[in-house]
């Protein structure tokens, strides 16, 4: 995986919080390194319940990256990433485990990865260490202009 990609993952069963398995979207930023172990992949998900950043909303004020639907987008619909919400990091291997719940669904422009990515990189919420991750996947992908 490339970040940016976008996946859709059917019946995701690690939740952060109380709910049942559902689909969910992910946008894969990096990972921490070929060598590490255990190997970890980074991802952020994705929203459609955009009431809650709407001006009264819950979540109103938070650092989001809106998403249309469109040829050129790998969402369905109209969604949203909150950069400020925790993300996941993902166990490649269960990525493989899960490979018939999982597909593939496109990429993300470089323009909307810059755009996540300076968010990132100002937030308190991502570590040093995960951000220099991230980073360095942005890198050797050909993104610029970090």
């Known amino acids: 995986m490339s ?3 976008v996946i859709r993952w059917d019946n995701f069963s690690l939740q952060k919080g109380p709910g049942e398995d559902k ?13 590490e172990v255990p190997a970890v992949l980074f991802a952020l998900t994705a ?3 955009l009431h809650y950043y ?3 909303g819950a979540r109103a004020g938070r650092k989001v990256v809106y998403f249309e639907p469109s040829p050129a987008s790998p969402f369905e619909g109209k969604c949203l990433i909150d950069v400020e919400n925790d993300h996941y990091e993902l166990n490649p291997l269960s990525l493989k485990e899960m490979d018939a719940d999982i597909e593939a669904k ?4 470089h323009e909307k990865l810059l755009e996540i990515w300076r968010i990132i990189a100002v937030s308190s919420r991502y570590s040093r260490r995960i951000k ?3 980073r360095r ?3 050797e992908s050909g993104i610029r202009g970090l």
């Open 47 to 49: 929203t459609t319940q």
């Open 23 to 35: 689909a969910r979207w992910f946008v894969f930023l990096g990972d921490n390194g070929r060598f």
């Open 54 to 56: 709407e001006a009264r």
């Open 132 to 134: 220099e991750d991230i």
């Open 3 to 5: 970040p940016g990609d």
């Open 106 to 109: 496109g990429c993300i422009s």
């Open 137 to 139: 996947c942005l890198e």
